[in-house]
């Protein structure tokens, strides 16, 4: 028997008053780059991994664990190349409803075998939300189209009555390619700002954006030009993740940890962006430890994706309209 999984605990920012109550409970979103079947299997190289812990029979039960234990309301994946076989069947007798939209050329197909693209994957909880419109959205940069895809869906939350916009993507990989992502970036925030300010009609307008999160897999460090475009964008979004550091200001020190032939490489490349205005992080579940994730890094055993899964519990914030 293999020792258990190390747990990771939710932890409460210090910095953020909590704004959830009874009519207002939170709402739990998960962000999860869970590795490519074809991708882990026949091109990334991750060396330290044993073979058999790569494998989708053991993999899949790994990753629906990890998603059955925190019982998110909004699940947010990239690199799904199981949709139609695994996560839409199962996610859907959970009481989910899913949206998948492939990358154009998904480099699976050059791997024998696979089971068709890769691409982004977003599902929410039928009891929680009702759809209210879907965009698929293949990113663009300097007006061309790119490789890469995004997934925009609008809500109506039943509980409390209010509008979400929750967006997925995975942006352009490796160096080299950092104006490439920002321009991905940029194309992104530019389609969000019209379907936040433009769903609802009339209404929405008087009542100012749908409160917005994003989550994904953007392949940019901190540091990189796309983050900037983001933590500095009109639309007013923060980094939750900035929410677990001690002066609330920091990044985690990594999302993604492998060893392949070219290398160890640990960063911090996945985010939660959230509308400050509207929204509030309550939540967040920690990064595991250098210890507990081993020598040996990621993909292993324990966790079966390169990538960590973040989540958090956000609530809507009190609507100015309604405080007075
Ligand atoms: P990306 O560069 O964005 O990367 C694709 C995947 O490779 C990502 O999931 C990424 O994972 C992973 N990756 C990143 N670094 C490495 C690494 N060092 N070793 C192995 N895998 C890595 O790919 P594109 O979307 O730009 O597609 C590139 C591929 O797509 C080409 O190789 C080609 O096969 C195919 N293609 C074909 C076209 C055609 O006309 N037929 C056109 C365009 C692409 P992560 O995000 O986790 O880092
Ligand atoms: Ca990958």
């Not at 994003?214 to 900035?242: I, M, Q, T």
């Amino acid at each position: 028997r293999r020792p258990a999984r190390p747990r990771r605990d939710l932890v409460c920012p210090r910095l953020v008053a909590p704004c959830s109550h009874k009519h207002n409970p939170s709402i739990r979103v998960m962000q999860w780059n869970i590795l490519a079947q074809a991708l882990g299997e026949g091109k990334d190289g991750f060396i330290r991994c044993p073979l058999e812990a790569l494998s989708w029979r053991e993999r899949k039960y790994q990753i629906l664990e990890e998603i059955l234990t925190y019982r998110p309301d909004i699940l947010c994946l990239q690199e799904v190349d199981h949709y139609y076989d695994t996560f839409r069947p199962i996610m859907a007798g959970l009481g989910y409803h899913g949206s998948f939209l492939p990358k154009p050329w998904s480099p699976c197909l050059d791997v024998e075998h696979n089971n068709g693209p890769d691409g982004c994957a977003l599902f929410y909880r039928r009891s929680r939300f009702s759809l209210h419109s879907t965009a698929h959205l293949r990113l663009s940069a300097m007006m061309l189209p790119t490789n890469q895809v995004a997934i925009a869906q609008t809500f109506h939350c039943q509980v409390t009555g209010r509008w979400l916009c929750v967006a997925v993507t995975h942006l352009k990989a490796r160096s080299g390619w950092e104006r490439l992502r920002s321009a991905q970036g940029a194309d992104l925030l530019q389609s969000l700002q019209s379907i936040t300010s433009h769903c609802g009609g009339q209404k929405q307008a008087e009542l100012g954006a749908i409160p917005l999160v994003v989550c994904g897999d953007f392949n940019a460090e901190p540091s990189e030009d796309v983050y900037r475009r983001f933590s500095s964008s009109p639309l007013g979004l923060s980094s939750a993740y900035k929410l677990l550091s001690c002066d609330g200001k920091t990044e985690p020190a990594y999302t993604t940890w492998k060893i392949r032939p070219s290398g160890e490489s640990c960063s911090t490349l996945d985010y939660i962006w959230y509308s400050h205005d509207a929204l509030s992080v309550e939540t967040l579940l920690d990064i595991p430890t250098e210890e507990q994730i081993g020598p040996d890094r990621l993909p292993s055993y324990h966790y079966p994706s390169d990538h960590l899964s973040l989540l958090c519990d956000i609530s809507f914030r009190e609507e100015p309209h309604r405080l007075l």
